[in-house]
């Protein structure tokens, strides 16, 4: 039987972020992130003063674009795309020219000083391959995540997409960014 | 704070690449030019092919330590991606460097040769077979050479413009931008290793054609630096905002004092000043040794101004989270 084609992407409801930090710290140490540097994180978008004051919390990570542009500059290919649209590294083919982080339109790659090589985050394919969600999805404590297959219409980011009003990140950049915010 | 990832090593690389290219350019060109079906600039062309490959070779191993595996840099030549201009840019840069040695051989004279050779253990006897005259051969290397010297100047604007991410470098004006800067630093370089050359000092023939030429590049230089600010004022916001970084943010000191001032318009002054009464009033060329020096050290640090700029000011420049959007 032929493999179901499969997009997975980020649903993230950011009106429910309470900036706890937790997937930030689930990320760390899911995936040795080095000190110092960070798979994902959170943006605090500060309005008005106090007392008429909101804050809105953000969180941003690779966006696994459709298109995306650090696949595109890498001049050995060691950034490169699954068919299931997760955008990874191969580091054992990665010389650390860091174009790929010039042309990131998401500043979403960071430098491994240690081993030379270029970082992001992989949707924490390891654990998808077996049929888990990524460590940030499992972790935080306001359900602001949601993890699916988009091609899978019986799924819950499918649902959601379907019937919600939604916002992707720049979408000018032409990188078509597959982390779905929730309006 | 936005951090850098590209740095002054960049800089530099594509300085010196541009800088060999543009010396290459500039000694084929010397090497065609005849007047009486004698070729009055000689000295010039086999100046500029002795000079030509290093800063390009120096450039190269500079961004090869700047990787962050540098002796993985041979995997850049194991694939080849026609979609990355780095990865197309490493095979040009080879290419290039190794026709610009070779045009450099082809200079050399019979004694030059001889000593070069006398270096080699005489038992390496497949390297002393290379030890032929192909001093014939100049005016072919320098045809070849010519497409590929003026596809390295271009390729050093083409690995910024390429980048969609970053608005102040994505327009289809960087390249013939730095192709331009390129070619001006090159014959920059070169009248100043002739005039400083005290051994057989510089004629003002020769002088002469320097200037014109890079009279003739800082021009066209500045023909594109005009639009691109024109262009950038009237595009999308994005881009706007990216040229807020040298109209008024934090780049605009350098780009227009330093570079544009000191770096374009005043050598270009001075070399009009020189050529002027020349050409329009039939007056000799007066050729003065201080004035051609300053105008070539100006534009050689103008030259690389111009990529400093570019590469900081582009990576701060983003589709979001620039001054205004904040
Ligand atoms: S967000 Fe950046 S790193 Fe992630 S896929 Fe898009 S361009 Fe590549
Ligand atoms: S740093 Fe590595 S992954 Fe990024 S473009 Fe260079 S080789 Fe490709």
């Known amino acids: ?183 | 704070m936005h951090e850098f990832n590209w740095g002054l090593l960049i800089v530099i690389y594509l300085f010196l690449g541009g800088l060999s290219a543009g010396l290459f350019f500039a000694a084929g060109l010397a090497d065609y030019m005849t007047v009486d079906d004698k070729p009055v600039y000689a000295r010039v062309a086999r100046m500029g092919a002795f000079l030509a490959p290093w800063p390009v070779a120096i450039g190269s191993g500079l961004l090869i330590l700047d990787l962050g595996n540098w002796y993985r840099f041979y995997k850049l030549f194991i694939h080849f991606r026609w979609e990355s201009p780095m990865s197309i840019g490493s095979y040009l840069l080879t290419i290039f460097t190794v026709i610009a040695f070779l045009y450099l051989f082809a200079w050399l004279t019979a004694d030059e040769r001889q000593w070069l050779f006398s270096k080699v253990p005489a038992t390496w006897k497949q390297v002393h077979r290379l030890n032929v005259d192909i001093s014939s051969w100049r005016g072919k290397i320098a045809m070849v050479g010519f497409p590929f010297s003026i596809g390295v100047g271009i390729y050093t604007g083409v690995l910024l413009g390429a980048v969609s991410a970053r608005p102040f470098w994505n327009t289809n004006l960087v390249a013939q931008m730095f192709l331009f800067s390129a070619l001006s630093s090159g014959a920059a370089a070169l009248m100043l290793a002739m005039v400083l050359n005290k051994k057989s000092p510089a004629e003002k023939h020769e002088i002469k054609f320097l200037v014109t030429l890079d009279v003739v590049f800082i021009s066209l230089e500045l023909f594109i630096i005009l639009p691109y600010l024109i262009h950038g004022q009237l595009s999308s916001l994005a881009v706007k905002q990216a040229l807020g970084l040298i109209l008024g943010g934090p780049y605009t000191f350098v780009f227009w004092g330093p570079f544009l001032v000191m770096g374009l318009l005043v050598p270009l002054a001075i070399e009009v000043y020189e050529l002027a009464p020349n050409i329009f009033k039939g007056h000799e060329f007066h050729g003065s040794r201080n004035l051609a020096l300053t105008a070539a050290g100006l534009v050689l640090i103008g030259g690389f101004l111009l990529r400093y700029i570019f590469v900081y000011a582009g990576q701060v420049s983003s589709f979001h989270q620039m001054g205004l959007l904040r």
């Open chain 1, 1 to 183: 039987m032929a493999m179901k084609k499969k997009r997975y992407a980020l649903v993230v409801d950011s009106r429910k972020c309470i900036n706890c930090k937790a997937c930030v710290v689930a990320c760390k140490a899911e995936n040795n992130v080095p000190i110092g540097n960070f798979r994902n994180r959170i943006n605090e978008e500060r309005k008005g003063e106090y007392p008429k004051l909101s804050i809105n919390f953000e969180p941003e990570q690779c966006h696994h674009c459709a298109e995306p542009s650090c696949v595109r500059v890498c001049p050995t290919g060691a950034s490169w795309q699954r068919k299931d649209g997760i955008v990874l590294v191969n580091y054992d083919e990665c010389i650390g020219c860091r174009y790929c982080m010039v042309a990131c339109p998401y500043d979403a790659r960071y430098f491994n000083e240690e081993q030379g090589v270029v970082d992001k985050c992989t949707l924490c394919s390891h654990r998808v391959d077996k049929g888990n969600v990524p460590a940030c999805v499992e972790t935080c404590p306001s359900k602001v995540r949601v993890f699916g297959d988009l091609e899978d219409t019986s799924s819950r980011i499918h649902e959601l997409l379907a019937t919600r009003r939604y916002r992707v990140k720049e979408p000018q950049t032409g990188n078509g960014p597959q982390l779905y915010y929730l309006l």
